[in-house]
């Protein structure tokens, strides 16, 4: 049976010589690999462009229950792209946060509200002018939420230390490495509040940039099951210093 649905791509793998595997994190139901035939064929129906890191597309779609692999009817960008292909900074970004999605996102169901973030928050970025170099930070704070591991910013006067495995402050710095200080804590509490469209107020140096990115990945680490390590943010951190 043939549906519609809206897709976020996540990964694109070569299949064969002309023939792709694509996971895409889809509205309708969740993530799903799609095998596509001939994308590198000159008269190709669906084409490799469409399938880069993050790229939002609308779909109809062959879906069966009982596969680990599906088909591809239609597919065509929605929106395209204005800015993300060809700007260097949001693109290293979005490099980036395609291997945080990857690794953290493993929804085999439709996650309504996940999707709607993800896929608002990327059309918002391509749209924006000049991109803030907080945005990858308020993005995965923020994506934490949907993710069911957000932080407990709330603090008494007393609690000077925030715990990244707990989640939450304390009042004595806990007994294994995985924690920060209330000020930079501050600096997480704001990014996680803050709207996009605020970000470029905030003042952060790249040196505390780096130290927080550090740190959320931490926080990643000890609360999205399989995470492992991220290699592209030394490539983000090299762009953005």
């Known amino acids: 049976m043939l549906h519609k649905t809206r897709g976020i791509v996540l990964k694109t793998t070569m299949y064969s010589e002309s023939s792709v595997v694509v996971k895409i994190f889809t509205e309708k139901f969740g993530i799903q690999s799609y095998l596509i035939n001939g994308v590198k064929k000159s008269k190709a129906k669906i084409s490799m462009n469409i399938l880069q890191p993050l790229h939002l597309l609308e779909m109809v779609v062959y879906h069966k229950a009982t596969s680990q692999m599906q088909r591809i009817s239609e597919a065509r960008p929605s929106p395209t792209f204005r800015t993300i292909p060809y700007h260097v900074i949001k693109n290293t970004i979005v490099q980036f946060l395609n291997e945080v999605l990857y690794k953290s996102v493993h929804q085999q169901n439709a996650d309504q509200h996940l999707f709607d973030f993800?896929?608002?928050?990327?059309?918002?970025?391509?749209?924006?002018?000049?991109?803030?170099?907080?945005?990858?930070?308020?993005?995965?704070?923020?994506?934490?939420?949907?993710?069911?591991?957000?932080?407990?910013?709330?603090?008494?006067?007393?609690q000077l230390y925030f715990d990244l495995q707990g989640g939450e402050f304390a009042t004595l710095p806990p007994v294994h490495p995985y924690f920060i200080e209330k000020i930079d804590a501050d600096y997480l509490n704001q990014l996680f509040n803050c709207r996009f469209e605020k970000l470029f107020e905030m003042e952060i140096s790249n040196?505390?940039?780096?130290?927080?990115?550090?740190?959320i990945l931490v926080y990643y680490t000890l609360h999205a099951a399989s995470f492992g390590q991220i290699k592209s943010h030394q490539i983000l951190e090299e762009v953005l210093s």
Request: net charge positive.
């Open 207 to 215: 040196v505390k940039r780096r130290f927080l990115l550090d740190k």
């Open 118 to 158: 993800i896929y608002s928050a990327i059309c918002w970025f391509d749209e924006t002018e000049e991109p803030s170099a907080n945005f990858h930070l308020a993005f995965l704070l923020k994506l934490s939420r949907f993710l069911g591991f957000a932080p407990h910013f709330q603090s008494r006067a007393d």
